[in-house]
């Protein structure tokens, strides 16, 4: 008699078990894709300790000696004490405008996955083609605009154009296709309730995922940009940890490890912010993939 052996709960069938060669190359790929993230990362917080001696002078992956205080005194020296209140301004720039961003996001894409207009197919082709188009080819021309507004040096001048998002609005129209019942909508309009209660009582809650990896990528991206608020901004108080970082890196002979020790406090808001939200927004990036 035949012998059979009883398939392990959550294994795959025998026929589709990975081979040995399989196994192995997926354990490359991925210990190599490991250290091609957090080797960077590693650098940083080492570089972090050391002056411009101990840069070039000590083996990069280990801590100097008694610079880490040092270069934040350094740090805070060079910045006039602003240091602080630039990583305050780009929690503020990035918040405001993650959170208005997302919200025209998803109105924009519930609109556009829900309604019936004349020219909805050119609309959505015009915000697609906004993905196509570099931030850089923008910035001059949002510059003479907001020039001749008279809000150029203030704090709109970073939070509107950051509030656009081409993708945001892609993406909340296909989670709102996906996870928005149209039978939901069309039984709470015969019970009475008005388009903007039917939104903001139930769609949103329905579009919470998508709503969570938007506001990470506009906040991300507002974090991130440079260009911006290089165009816009002169006064000291109102730049961001980026700009700030960059006018210390282009001084003459700059302090590298206090630039290090600033890039690192600068980058922390983000890594809080995505290990606080990761469940969310990984199930917001899968808003569509499986149709039901």
């Known amino acids: 008699m035949q012998n059979y052996r009883l398939s392990v709960e959550g294994a795959p069938p025998r026929s589709l078990k990975p081979s040995v060669s399989a196994k192995t190359l997926t354990w490359v790929v991925l210990i ?23 840069l ?18 350094k740090l805070m020296g060079w910045t006039k004490g602003y240091f602080w209140r630039w990583v305050a301004n780009s929690l503020l720039y990035s918040t ?49 605009v907001f020039h001749n507004l008279g809000l150029t040096n203030t704090m709109w001048a970073i939070i509107i154009p950051c509030c ?42 329905l579009l919470a995922p998508a709503m969570v990896t938007i506001f990470l990528f506009i906040f991300v991206a507002t974090w991130n940009n440079f260009l911006l608020p290089l165009m816009m901004l002169s006064s000291d108080s109102l730049k961001p940890v980026t700009l700030g970082l960059y006018g210390m890196v282009t001084y003459f002979k700059p302090e590298k490890g206090a630039v290090m020790l600033g890039s690192l406090l600068g980058v922390i808001p983000l890594i809080i912010l995505f290990l606080g939200l990761q469940k969310y927004w990984q199930s917001g990036l899968a808003a ?3 149709k039901e």
């Open 32 to 54: 190599f894709a490991l250290a091609y993230f957090l080797l960077p990362i590693l650098w940083v917080i080492f570089s972090a300790t050391k002056n411009n001696h101990d």
């Open 288 to 290: 569509g993939s499986v």
């Open 164 to 205: 656009v998002s081409p993708f945001g609005v892609f993406l909340g129209r296909v989670y709102a296709q996906s996870s928005v019942p149209t039978e939901l909508i069309e039984a709470a309009r015969i019970d009475g309730a008005s388009e903007s209660r039917i939104f903001f009582t139930m769609v949103l809650r």
């Open 96 to 144: 405001v405008a993650g959170a208005l961003g997302t919200l025209i996001s998803v109105m924009a894409g519930y609109g556009l996955a829900k309604f019936r207009f004349p020219g909805k197919n050119l609309v959505m082709v015009a915000i697609m083609s906004g993905l196509l188009l570099p931030v850089a080819l923008l910035t001059i021309p949002m510059y003479l």
């Open 56 to 73: 070039v002078g000590t083996f990069g992956f280990w801590f100097a000696d008694n610079s880490l205080g040092q270069n934040y005194s």
